[in-house]
């Protein structure tokens, strides 16, 4: 199955400064990678996501990159703001979804 | 529109009680999914049903059972709780159409078993 491996487990930045999250995957045949955002106490959010046929998406302060030949992606957050602290999640799917395999989590701390 | 709704929202039980966590979605999702959240081990997944009338098991389905009542409602129930199963739980839901579709997951449930 599905292997989902997520660094750094903890990021601490300054106000301002950018912030990168990088997940390797082990199963070739996964085709769609979602970001979740958790505040503390809250349900995981969905932030971004990126399906294979793209290498780089962008949604304002947020980027996702993915390399499928080396199976890792990364998230790419510019211009941290105190708000943007919370646990960040990677995930891995093929096409039915059911096979999502989670990283283990990054807590970032924005300073500012 | 509530999106995924979990009841209830915190639980404590003895060690050998049952219960039962429940879900339900108005979003009109085919699949619907049960995870358990520990500390530094992210979500992983108990059971799921990719439609109304299935259900499978995910990466970690010891100790529970699921049943998916009808298209709305899918529940979690633990048949004899052990301290291990104390976590914090996520229901989840997934529309079908076209391909990578994210899942919404709802406020959670968290379980502590003394």
């Known amino acids: 199955g599905e292997n989902v491996e997520q660094h750094p487990s903890t990021l601490s930045v300054q106000e301002g400064d950018s912030a990168v999250i990088k997940c390797t995957y082990s199963?070739?045949?996964?085709?769609?990678f979602p970001w979740y955002k958790q505040e503390l106490g809250k349900r995981p959010q969905l932030i971004i996501d990126?399906?294979?046929?793209?290498g780089e998406k962008k949604d304002q302060r947020i980027a996702v990159t993915l390399n499928k030949t080396a199976k890792h992606f990364s998230l790419h957050i510019t211009e941290t703001q105190p708000e943007d602290s919370a646990v960040y999640f990677c995930a891995a799917s093929s096409n039915n979804n059911n096979d999502m395999r989670f990283g283990a989590g990054t807590r970032l701390t924005v300073k500012p | 529109n509530a999106g995924v709704t979990q009841t209830p929202k915190f639980q404590v039980l003895k060690t050998g009680q049952s219960m039962t966590l429940q879900c339900a979605q108005d979003m009109n999702h085919n699949s619907m999914y049960w995870y358990r959240q520990d500390p530094g081990m992210g979500l992983r997944l108990i059971y799921y049903s990719a439609s109304e009338g299935t259900t499978d098991k995910g990466e970690v389905p010891n100790g529970y059972n699921v049943s998916r009542l009808n298209k709305r409602e899918f529940s979690l129930r633990l048949e004899s709780a052990a301290p291990s199963q104390t976590s914090v739980y996520f229901c989840?839901?997934?529309?079908?159409?076209?391909?990578?579709?994210?899942?919404?997951f709802g406020d959670g449930t968290r379980l502590s078993i003394l």
């Open positions: 989840a839901s997934r529309g079908s159409t076209g391909l990578g579709q994210p899942q919404h």
């Open positions: 199963d070739s045949a996964s085709n769609y």
């Open positions: 990126i399906r294979s046929n793209v």
